[in-house]
């Protein structure tokens, strides 16, 4: 990696060569009833290791964009839980978090309804840290398709269908310009393909 990426990072900055792994699990559902999701985990070393990732769930019809709607108060529930079963301060924190980094300022609104995101965690324990990062994405799996499950027979028209693209214009706006992870990995050099293999397959600006 370059100096100035590596000033960003745990450690001493002068180390430019890493490690990096990571599983990222992103999903455009064709029907707008059901809302996009995304998941990341990874751990990162330089000089020092560290875990980083989370979970957050995107609605794309403007009734189920609020954290109060049922889907996220599920999705919520699970990323609670799994936190709480680790360290009960991880969900505030993490959630705040989330919160946080997925807002778009440019349109002063968030991209989804949130989740948890966590990044640099070395609490000098390897097996817990990623234990918990582990637990993240198992709680995702078991969430997410109950989610799809109650969504995915509902009906949907044209009109839905053109509210999911401009959402889908929002999730894109993000990652082009505020994600971390997409900027990383251009920075370092990464497969481009793969990078952005997280954007939605269509989207329209209104």
């Given at each position: ?24 699990l992103i999903i455009h559902p064709r029907s707008p ?60 924190k993490f959630k705040a978090w989330a919160d946080e980094y997925f807002f778009l300022p ?101």
């Open positions: 990696m370059t100096p100035e990426v590596a000033r960003t990072l745990p450690g001493d900055g002068k180390q430019l060569d890493y490690v990096s792994t990571s599983i990222s009833r059901i809302p996009t999701v995304h998941m990341n985990t990874r751990y990162l070393a330089t000089s020092q290791g560290w875990f980083g990732g989370g979970a957050d769930l995107t609605p794309m019809l403007p009734e189920q964009r609020s954290q109060a709607a049922e889907d996220a108060l599920e999705f919520h529930r699970a990323m609670r839980h799994v936190c709480d079963t680790h360290d009960p301060a991880y969900y505030s440019h349109r002063g609104e968030p991209r989804g309804v949130g989740g948890i995101f966590y990044d640099h965690l070395n609490t000098g324990d390897f097996s817990k840290d990623f234990a918990f990062t582990r637990d993240v994405g198992a709680a995702l799996l078991d969430v997410y398709p109950r989610i799809v499950r109650r969504r995915m027979t509902e009906a949907w028209n044209e009109e839905d269908k053109q509210r999911q693209l401009a959402c889908r214009g929002l999730y894109a706006e993000f990652n082009l310009l505020y994600d971390r992870g997409t900027m990383f990995g251009l920075r370092t050099g990464g497969n481009v393909e793969t990078i952005l293999s997280s954007m939605p397959p269509a989207v329209t600006w209104l």
